[in-house]
């Protein structure tokens, strides 16, 4: 079982930087694939981007590639978004995800999911 908490939403200028977080219980992190999702208000969720278990693997959506930044620190269990050059399109709840496998992840059908955070970016 693993429960993740993301944290680090909240309201960005357009052109201003977030980092999000998403924290993780369980001593199996490190097997985990690990990717972040985005509902915007009245659409579908989306995949934002995905890291294997390592770290040595990442894969993006075309809309946040060159901005956005996954990464991860397994011995403190916590995975990362860093985003930069922020765009009122980027508003949306933002989501952590866990899986054994990186392709369930990167589908959308990862086994765990956090409640989300916010992130707001005006214009």
């Known amino acids: 079982q693993v429960q993740l908490v993301e944290s680090g939403g909240g309201l960005a200028q357009h052109g201003g930087s977030l980092r999000l977080s998403c924290a993780a219980s369980?001593?199996?992190?490190?097997?985990?694939?690990m990717g972040w999702f985005r509902q915007p208000p009245g659409k579908e969720r989306e995949f934002v981007a995905t890291?294997?278990?390592?770290?040595?693997?990442?894969y993006y959506a075309d809309s946040v590639k060159g901005r956005f930044t996954i990464s991860r620190r397994n011995a403190q269990n916590t995975v990362y978004l860093q985003m930069n050059i922020l765009k009122p399109e980027d508003t949306a709840v933002y989501y952590c995800?866990?899986?054994?496998?990186?392709?369930?992840?990167?589908?959308?059908?990862?086994?765990?999911w956090g409640q989300g955070t916010q992130v707001t970016v005006s214009s």
């Open positions: 369980g001593r199996t992190f490190s097997s985990y694939a």
């Open positions: 890291i294997n278990w390592s770290g040595g693997s990442t």
């Open positions: 995800a866990a899986d054994s496998s990186s392709a369930m992840v990167r589908r959308g059908r990862a086994e765990y």
